[in-house]
């Protein structure tokens, strides 16, 4: 079974402009979320989406965004880009229904803002 | 809200010693405890997890690990480390009840092991 599948891997933008990442799930998971990992912050819960709805939300600036399709396929945007957005993006999908929660991550995006 | 302290930043160990990475964790609410690895420009990959029952659990890689409710502590431990566990290693909670899938994740403890 192919794991999650998250692209580009790298990328590398200016200040001001924006991106859109995106992540294929693992067959038969329904649930997508998004976290950011950087040097200072560690990871960080970003959003989750759960049969196209975002279900929950972490702490983030509006310029953060996201959205899941009916094939569970997600893509998340990140508008006006800031040299602090520089990060590995990860997303993760779990099987609803399972009641451990586990959650699987891709290999990531790491964004680059210069 | 739900937080997440490993205890130490590095641990340097040699090839076939002992190692235990501390994790404690902070909750109003019941929760799953997780122990997650990451290699260098890899993803997280999932080591073990305890939802309940037996508070010793065995993970991949011959790790494990033991929730202690009344410490709060969910230490992962290895009897002899090899070179290829060289890795960062992230423990993490998630709320057990509620259809959310969040996890807090801890600041992560590098662990580097010397030959």
């Known amino acids: 079974k192919a794991g999650v599948t998250q692209t580009p891997r790298y990328l590398i933008k200016t200040r001001g402009q924006q991106v859109t990442l995106s992540c294929s799930p693992i067959?038969?998971?329904?649930?997508v979320s998004w976290y950011q990992q950087t040097p200072g912050q560690g990871l960080q819960f970003l959003f989750e989406?759960?049969?196209?709805?975002?279900?929950n939300k972490g702490n983030f600036p509006g310029r953060f965004s996201g959205r899941q399709f009916s094939n569970s396929r997600s893509e998340m945007n990140v508008s006006t880009l800031e040299l602090g957005d520089s990060a590995l993006y990860l997303c993760a999908s779990s099987f609803q229904g399972d009641s451990g929660n586990t959650i699987y991550f891709g290999e990531g995006s790491w964004l680059t803002v210069v | 809200a739900q937080s997440v302290t490993q205890l130490d930043s590095q641990v340097p160990v040699f090839e076939e010693a002992p190692v235990e990475l501390r994790c404690n964790y902070s909750s109003s609410v019941s929760v799953y405890l997780f122990w997650y690895v990451q290699y260098p420009n890899q993803g997280l990959q999932l080591l073990l997890k305890y939802l309940s029952g037996s508070t010793l659990v065995k993970g991949i890689n011959g790790f494990e690990a033991e929730f202690n409710k009344s410490q709060t502590s969910f230490h992962l431990r290895k009897p002899s480390v090899h070179i290829s566990d060289t890795a960062e290693y992230f423990c993490a909670v998630s709320v057990s009840s509620g259809s959310a899938r969040q996890l807090t994740f801890g600041s992560g403890t590098q662990l580097t092991v010397l030959p």
């Open positions: 989406y759960f049969s196209e709805t975002q279900r």
């Open positions: 067959s038969g998971h329904r649930s």
